[in-house]
């Protein structure tokens, strides 16, 4: 099955400094990798998702890059806000008639005001 | 439009009891998905049901755990003889179903099981 490595595993920048977070995947099938943020006590909430049709994509000061032959895809954060502080977790799944996501293990990112 | 419901948000529950976690999925939505979160830790899977099937109960342990998402009303996931070990966020998920695309799943706002 799918496995998915994610790191840091904690994340603490200056506000205005830019975050990057990290992941691996073992699945070479997978081609949907989807970013979640989760705050303190919250639900997790979709924030990006790439396709493997496409190296990048970015919205607003969040942006996505995919390298399929490496199997790496990485979550960067630029301008970083306080609000930005929370848990991202990214994940990657296969297309098709049974989308099973696999999870990894979550980056806790601080912004320091 | 709601979002993903599950009921009840906070549940206690004493040693040996029984817990029964209920998931509305989305509007339009058929597939259902159960994670669990222990503190501090990830999202694990548990199982993935569609209406009246379980499709993947790879992740949920073999005893005390058990799921159904029948033809009315909603999922529910079940904890028999809880164990403080069981204490943890479950999450559901939902996503709807195109045989060929890539479908985002919606999060529930989870239920905090405690058992004590």
């Known amino acids: 099955g799918e496995n998915v490595e994610q790191h840091p595993s904690t994340l603490s920048v200056q506000e205005g400094d830019s975050a990057v977070i990290k992941c691996t995947y073992s699945d070479s099938a997978s081609n949907y990798f989807p970013w979640y943020k989760q705050e303190l006590g919250k639900r997790p909430q979709l924030i990006i998702d790439i396709r493997s049709n496409v190296g990048e994509k970015k919205d607003q000061r969040i942006a996505v890059t995919l390298n399929k032959t490496a199997k790496h895809f990485s979550l960067h954060i630029t301008e970083t806000q306080p609000e930005d502080s929370a848990v991202y977790f990214c994940?990657?799944?296969?297309?098709?008639?049974?989308?099973?996501?696999?999870f990894g293990t979550g980056t806790k990112l601080q912004v320091i005001p | 439009n709601a979002g993903v419901m599950q009921n009840p948000r906070h549940l206690v529950r004493r040693r040996g009891q029984e817990a029964r976690l209920r998931c509305s999925p989305m509007k339009g939505h058929s597939h259902v998905y159960w994670y669990r979160q222990l503190p501090e830790e990830g999202l694990k899977f548990m199982v993935y049901l569609q209406k009246e099937n379980i499709i993947d109960e790879s992740g949920m342990p073999k005893e005390r755990f058990s799921a159904e998402f029948p033809k009315e009303g909603p999922s529910i996931l079940r904890i028999q003889q809880v164990v403080r070990g069981d204490s943890a966020a479950y999450f559901c998920?939902?996503?709807?179903?195109?045989?060929?695309?890539?479908?985002?799943?919606?999060f529930g706002p989870g239920t905090r099981l405690t058992v004590l």
């Open positions: 994940a990657a799944s296969s297309r098709g008639g049974y989308q099973k996501v696999t």
């Open positions: 998920a939902s996503s709807g179903m195109t045989g060929s695309s890539y479908n985002e799943q919606f």
